[in-house]
T-cell receptor, first 112, second 112 residues
Framework: IAGITQAPTSQILAAGRRMTLRCTQDMRHNAMYWYRQDLGLGLRLIHYSNTAGTTGKGEVPDGYSVSRANTDDFPLTLASAVPSQTSVYFC???????????FGAGSRLTVL | GQNIDQPTEMTATEGAIVQINCTYQTSGFNGLFWYQQHAGEAPTFLSYNVLDGLEEKGRFSSFLSRSKGYSYLLLKELQMKDSASYLCAYMNYGGSQGNLIFGKGTKLSVKP
């Protein structure tokens, strides 16, 4: 089934631990994004990648890193998780020439 | 924060019409999007306006006035399944492809 797959669906994590959220798409979209969604704040862009091999910072990049080794995968890493990173994380992608985002189902992360 | 604003919550009756407004301020506008998000799910694309005027798509229509920095989403013949959050988002010209700035969302409750 074409689309975006995120893993894990949900995770509880101790503060200070390292965590990688995985995102894979099979639509051959060139651009990929990571958003976090918090109650009362809406969706905020963390990092993006316009094409494989390039990445950029969004609105709230601190504490997060990304890589884009190939077209399909765009993992998000929290090097040392903090409670303020408790959120729902959405990965998204868009195809060349189009601005419409396709979202994954989300990963709910709780940092204690 | 970002300069985009929409009401937090709205309530409407099944079968009625509801209009959700969105205002934004940006110097390099390149399109206005509406997404629908049911509780616990990913956002899904509803509509896209880049030029002034009304775009109609079945029961849903979206309007844009670039000079006023204003858009609305019109939902007709409301159904219970329309209960969801509606996210307004704009894209800045010259920004990352698909790099959208989202409002905080309007939670719509449709009552019998």
């Amino acid at each position: 089934i074409a689309g975006i797959t995120q893993a894990p669906t949900s995770q509880i994590l101790a503060a200070g631990r390292r965590m990688t959220l995985r995102c894979t798409q099979d639509m051959r979209h060139n651009a990929m994004y990571w958003y976090r969604q918090d109650l009362g704040l809406g969706l905020r862009l963390i990092h993006y990648s316009n094409t494989a091999g390039t990445t950029g910072k969004g609105e709230v990049p601190d504490g997060y890193s990304v890589s884009r080794a190939n077209t399909d995968d765009f993992p998000l890493t929290l090097a040392s998780a903090v409670p303020s990173q408790t959120s729902v994380y959405f990965c998204a992608s868009s195809r060349p020439g189009a601005n419409v985002l396709t979202f994954g189902a989300g990963s709910r992360l709780t940092v204690l | 924060g970002q300069n985009i604003d929409q009401p937090t919550e709205m309530t409407a009756t099944e079968g009625a019409i509801v209009q959700i407004n969105c205002t934004y301020q940006t110097s390099g506008f390149n399109g206005l999007f509406w997404y629908q998000q049911h509780a616990g799910e990913a956002p899904t694309f509803l509509s896209y306006n880049v030029l002034d005027g009304l775009e109609e798509k079945g029961r849903f229509s979206s309007f844009l006035s670039r000079s006023k920095g204003y858009s609305y989403l019109l939902l007709k013949e409301l159904q219970m399944k329309d209960s969801a959050s509606y996210l307004c988002a704009y894209m800045n010209y010259g920004g990352s492809q698909g790099n959208l700035i989202f409002g905080k969302g309007t939670k719509l409750s449709v009552k019998p």
